[in-house]
C-alpha cells in the first residue's frame, strides 16, 4: 500500500454531495448517491477504517451542493457512518448561473470539444466565482492543521487559491476528472476568465489529470496565459512549485470482480440469457450527453448489419441510456433524434423473432449492470470525448463468465492503459462495425489473454493505489517546496547577510540587469529601470567601502545610458566589455568577429520561420531572441537551430553558444561573466561577494564564486545559488536593506 499516509483527516470538495438526506425523528441521515467519485471515495473511507491510527477514527469531511435539505438547515446532526458532511447553500439562480451556465453550458462542452455548443456570458463567470467563494467560506471553517485537502472537479477550479490565501501552509489537491483541452480551445475564453481558472488550480500543490495528453495541454495553457517557466511536469509559480501530473483513476476491482459471482448477479444473468437463446449480446451503458457519441455507435451497429449479414439475427445490441439534463432542450432533442434512430434501425432489420437493439432509457441497479457486464460478448463503450471512462474498467473487472471483447474509442482517456481492447475512432463508422465483427469472430484464448492483460493492469493500479499515489506525490511536491523554502531569503537569513555586510570592511556585488533588476520588456530597449531602484543602487555606490558590479549581456551603449552618471563598474555583453565608475570602456577580448558573417544568414532564416522572433546584433556576439513567439513553437525552432550552430561552430574552437531567458547567443569563449568576476575580485581584498541573478549565464558565475559568498537566484528555478528569491521585487526591497 506504500508509505504511511502523513495526515490525520481527509477533507473534499466537490460539487454535489453524494447523498439524499432523509429527515427522521432523530435528525437527518444521508444516504449514498451513486456515481464514480462517490464509489471511490466511500471504497477508501472503507480502507482507512481498517488501517490502524488517527485515520481509523475520523471520517472523511465532505463539502458540496444538496438540493435535499432546507436552506435554513444549520444543525450539524447528519448521520452517516462514512463521512462528516458539509452543505454548501447555493441560492436557485445563483446555481443555475453558475452550475447549469458557466459550468455545463461553457466548460463542459469547451473541455469536451464541442466549442459551438459553449454559451460564452458575463453573468455566468461571476456566479462560477461566487459559488468558489461560497464554498471557500465552508471549507476555511472546517480546515484543521495536518488536514489533506482535496478538491474534485471543473465546477471548483478556482477553490485551491481562494483556500491557500486563507490557509497558506495547507495541503492541497485538486483532481480535474474532464479532459483539460489543447490551448487552441481554451483560449477562446476571455484573458481575466482562463488566468482565473488556471491561476485557481495552481492554488493547489499538486494537479492531477487522467492521462498525460490532458497534463500536457494544461501546462502549455499555464505557459502561455501566465508566463510561469515549466520544466518537465513542474510549474515555478512566484511563490511555490506546483506539479502537474497523470493519475488514471482506478476502480474497485475487487467489488466488481467478485460481484460477478453473486447468487443476486448470477440470478441477473440467468434471467438475460433465457431471454438471448444462442445470440450474442452487444452492450453499452451511457448517460444522456453529446459527448458520449451515442449516435455515432449506432450509425456504427447499423454499418455492422449491412456489412455482415450473416450476423443479422445472431446478435443483440442492448444500449442503456442513463436519463441525464432531459429538462434542457438539447438534450430533449438528443433523445429524441436516438428514440427516432433506434426505431429506424430495427424497422429497416428486424424479423418476427428478432430485433437487433433492445433501447432502454433509465438507471441500473449495480447487480443489472454487473450481470450485463458479464454476460455481454462486446463491450461497446465509444465516446467522443471522455476524461476516462470507469465504464470500461468496469467491464473489465466484471469479466468472469464470458471472457467478452471490448471495443473502445481512442478519445477515452482510459484507451491510454487498456491497449489490448479493439481501440477505435467512434466517429469511423466502418471501423466501429468491423471491429464488432472482429470482437465476435475473435477465438476464446485470444480473449483470454487480452482480458487477464487489462485484468491485471487494473487490479494492481485500482481506486486504493491511485488515492495513494495522489497522497504520495502531493507529500513529495511539497518535500520539494520545502527544501525551495529553506533556500528562500527570508528577512532572518537577510538580516544576517546585513549584520555581515555592515561588519566587512571591503565590499563587491554583482547584479545581472534583466530579470534581476528590470522585467523582462518586448524588445530589450524597452526594459528601463526604474527611478526607485537606480536611486536604491546609487545608494550602495556612494560607500566607498562598496563596489557595485552591474554584469550584464546588454550592449555597452544601453548600460551606460542607464548607468553613465552612477559610481559602478559595468560590465557589458557578458564580459565583453568593461568600464570602470567613470572611467571608458575596454574590451577583454581582441579577437576578430568574421564569423558573424556565417552565423548572420542562419539566424535570419529562422527570424522568418519563426515568427515573433528577432536578432539583435553585438560587438562581440549575436542573439536569436524568441520572447515574442509562440511558446511551443519557438522551443522546436530553438532545437533545430542549436543543432545547426553546434554544427556550425564544431571546428571553430573559440565559439560557444550561450542560452539566456528566452534568448539564444553565439559568442567567444574567452570571456564570460565569471571570468570577468573573478578578475575583478583578485584586484581588492573583498572580504564580503554577493551576487544576484536569474539565468544560466549567473549560474556560471554562482559556480566560480568562493563558498563565502552569498549568491541569489532570482524565481524559483534549480540553481546552484545559496538563496532564492520569488520575484525582482522581493530582491530590490533586500538591496533596499543594505543601503539602511
Known amino acids: 500500500m506504500g508509505r504511511e499516509l502523513q495526515f490525520s483527516r481527509l477533507v473534499i470538495a466537490a460539487y454535489r454531495l453524494p447523498f439524499r438526506f432523509i429527515n427522521y425523528k432523530s ?90 455548443y459553449s454559451v460564452f456570458n458575463k453573468e455566468y463567470f461571476s456566479a462560477y466565482e461566487e459559488a468558489n467563494h461560497r464554498f471557500c467560506e465552508q471549507m476555511i471553517k472546517n480546515i484543521l492543521p495536518g488536514d489533506f485537502i482535496w478538491i474534485h472537479d471543473y465546477q471548483l477550479m478556482m477553490l485551491p487559491d481562494m483556500i491557500r490565501k486563507h490557509h497558506p501552509d495547507a495541503t492541497i489537491g485538486f483532481f480535474l476528472h474532464i479532459p483539460f483541452p489543447s490551448f487552441e480551445l481554451f483560449r477562446l475564453l476571455p484573458r481575466h476568465w482562463r488566468e482565473s481558472l488556471v491561476g485557481g488550480m495552481l492554488g493547489a500543490d499538486l494537479i492531477g489529470f487522467h492521462t498525460n495528453d490532458y497534463a500536457q495541454n494544461f501546462i502549455k495553457s499555464v505557459k502561455r496565459t501566465l508566463g510561469y517557466e515549466c520544466k518537465q511536469n513542474l510549474i515555478y509559480t512566484p511563490h511555490k512549485v ?48 453529446y459527448s458520449k457519441g451515442l449516435l455515432h455507435r449506432l450509425k456504427g451497429f447499423e454499418t455492422f448489419l449491412e456489412r455482415y449479414p450473416q450476423w443479422r439475427t445472431k446478435t443483440v445490441f442492448n444500449m442503456v441510456v442513463v436519463p441525464s439534463r432531459d429538462n434542457i432542450e438539447k438534450y430533449r432533442e438528443m433523445k429524441k433524434e436516438i428514440e427516432s434512430t433506434v426505431g429506424r434501425i430495427n424497422g429497416r432489420f428486424s424479423t418476427l423473432s ?50 467478452g471483447v471490448l471495443i473502445l474509442s481512442e478519445m477515452a482517456g482510459a484507451a491510454a492503459e487498456l491497449t489490448e481492447a479493439l481501440v477505435i475512432n467512434p466517429a469511423d463508422d466502418i471501423e466501429v462495425a468491423d471491429s464488432i465483427f472482429l470482437a465476435l469472430e475473435m477465438n476464446r484464448k485470444e480473449k483470454n489473454a487480452r482480458i487477464e492483460r487489462m485484468q491485471k493492469r487494473i487490479s494492481s493500479y485500482n481506486v486504493f493505489t491511485w488515492a495513494r499515489d495522489f497522497f504520495d506525490q502531493t507529500y513529495d511536491t511539497i518535500e520539494g517546496q520545502r527544501q525551495m523554502r529553506v533556500r528562500i531569503l527570508t528577512r532572518d537569513i537577510s538580516s544576517l547577510i546585513l549584520q555581515e555586510f555592515r561588519l566587512s570592511s571591503r565590499r563587491m ?78 574590451s577583454s577580448d581582441n579577437s576578430e568577429t568574421s564569423w558573424k558573417r556565417a552565423v548572420m544568414p542562419i539566424l535570419t532564416e529562422y527570424v522568418s520561420r519563426c515568427n515573433g522572433t528577432f536578432i539583435e546584433e553585438k560587438s562581440g556576439c549575436l542573439a536569436w531572441h524568441y520572447r515574442n513567439a509562440d511558446v511551443d513553437f519557438a522551443q522546436l525552432r530553438l532545437n533545430e537551430l542549436r543543432d545547426d550552430l553546434s554544427e556550425m561552430i564544431r571546428h571553430k574552437a573559440d565559439l560557444e553558444i550561450l542560452e539566456g531567458h528566452k534568448v539564444l547567443e553565439i559568442k567567444s569563449n574567452k570571456y564570460n561573466k565569471a571570468m570577468v568576476a573573478m578578475n575583478l575580485i583578485e584586484k581588492g581584498n573583498y572580504d564580503f561577494l554577493l551576487a544576484a541573478g536569474d539565468d544560466k549565464a549567473d549560474e556560471m558565475l554562482f559556480r566560480r564564486l568562493p563558498m563565502t559568498a552569498h549568491t541569489i537566484r532570482v524565481g524559483f528555478m534549480p540553481s546552484v545559488a545559496r538563496y532564492s528569491v520569488p520575484d525582482i521585487p522581493h530582491l530590490v526591497h533586500f538591496l533596499k536593506r543594505l543601503t539602511e
Open 27 to 116: 435528525g437527518y441521515r444521508a444516504v449514498q448517491s451513486t456515481g464514480g467519485l462517490v464509489s471511490a471515495m466511500l471504497a477508501l473511507s472503507e480502507s482507512f477504517r481498517n488501517t490502524e491510527g488517527s485515520l481509523s477514527d475520523n471520517k472523511i469531511v465532505w463539502a458540496g451542493v444538496t438540493d435535499s435539505l432546507p436552506e435554513d438547515f444549520n444543525s450539524g446532526k447528519i448521520e452517516n457512518e462514512y463521512f462528516n458532511i458539509k452543505p454548501v447553500f447555493l441560492p436557485h439562480k445563483l446555481n443555475e448561473l453558475y452550475y447549469g451556465g458557466f459550468c455545463n453550458d461553457l466548460l463542459w462542452p469547451l473541455f469536451h470539444y464541442f466549442p459551438s
Open 509 to 586: 556585488l554583482f547584479l545581472d540587469y534583466d530579470g534581476t533588476l528590470v522585467s523582462f520588456a518586448r524588445y530589450p530597449e524597452q526594459a528601463v529601470i526604474d527611478k526607485h531602484t537606480l536611486g536604491i543602487i546609487q545608494k550602495l555606490a556612494e560607500d566607498d567601502s562598496t563596489e557595485v558590479v552591474i554584469i550584464s549581456g546588454r550592449t555597452k551603449d544601453f548600460l551606460e545610458r542607464q548607468f553613465g552618471a552612477t559610481r559602478v563598474t559595468l560590465v557589458a555583453e557578458h564580459g565583453y566589455f568593461i568600464r570602470e565608475p567613470y572611467g571608458s570602456w575596454l
Open 354 to 403: 428478432w430485433r437487433p437493439i433492445v433501447y432502454q432509457y433509465r438507471s441500473l441497479s449495480f447487480n443489472e449492470l454487473v450481470a450485463l457486464y458479464d454476460i455481454s460478448d462486446v463491450g461497446l463503450i465509444t465516446p467522443l470525448r471522455d476524461g476516462m471512462n470507469l465504464v470500461a474498467k468496469e467491464y473489465i473487472a466484471s469479466q468472469n463468465e464470458n471472457r
Open 242 to 289: 506546483v506539479k502537474a501530473d497523470v493519475f488514471p483513476i482506478g476502480i474497485d476491482y475487487d467489488k466488481f470482480h467478485s460481484a460477478s459471482l453473486n447468487k443476486n448477479v448470477v440470478g441477473e444473468k440467468r434471467k438475460i440469457k433465457a431471454l438471448l437463446s444462442d445470440q450474442k449480446l452487444i452492450f453499452s451503458v451511457d448517460r444522456l450527453d
